[in-house]
């Protein structure tokens, strides 16, 4: 068994993570898969398919949308402190053709108290930035698993 009060903070974010992509059934959906994990930070890739394409045959800004949302919400969930959106904007910058591999990579910018701000970064395979997001957070009663980081104190 685990002693959950030994983890680091990027052992608690891998660990928190983990379970909730056990339970992320959108990102399991589009295929968005976690490739790096740390506190305050997350890393998701996404293969534009043909359901994405929108009326101009390019990726629809919704799904680039999800890809960035997704990343945020691992970020700001890392601590294992129950955390959602509180608003959110995004800012696409160029056309995303099918097949492309996008990756969002999220970073936390400020958190203090129960509020937090998140900037994501959305590029395609040559590393081109096609979208920027940037999301608010707000931290909730409750833990993603509870006890398993017990030296922080539940926000509530």
Same mark, same amino acid.
Request: overall charge neutral; aromatic content about 6%; charged content about 20%.
């Given at each position: ?49 043909? /359901? ?17 949302? /997704? ?86």
């Amino acid at each position: 068994m685990t002693d959950f009060k030994k983890l680091t903070p990027d052992e608690v974010a891998k660990t928190v993570a983990e379970t909730m992509y056990r339970k992320d059934k959108t990102s399991q959906h589009l295929g968005i898969a976690l490739k790096e994990i740390k506190a305050g930070s997350a890393v998701m890739t996404m293969r534009v398919v043909d /359901s994405m394409l929108n009326g101009h045959n390019i990726c629809h800004g919704g799904y680039i949308f999800t890809l960035a949302d /997704s990343a945020f919400a691992f970020a700001c969930n890392a601590y294992n402190q129950s955390t959602v959106a509180q608003g959110a904007q995004i800012n696409f910058l160029k056309a995303v053709p099918l097949d492309t591999l996008l990756t969002a990579t999220a970073k936390e910018i400020h958190r203090k108290g129960r509020t937090g701000l998140y900037d994501v970064e959305v590029t395609n395979e040559n590393n081109e930035l096609v979208a920027t997001f940037r999301g608010n957070s707000h931290t909730i009663k409750g833990q993603t698993i509870p006890g398993l980081n017990e030296n922080e104190e539940e926000k509530s």
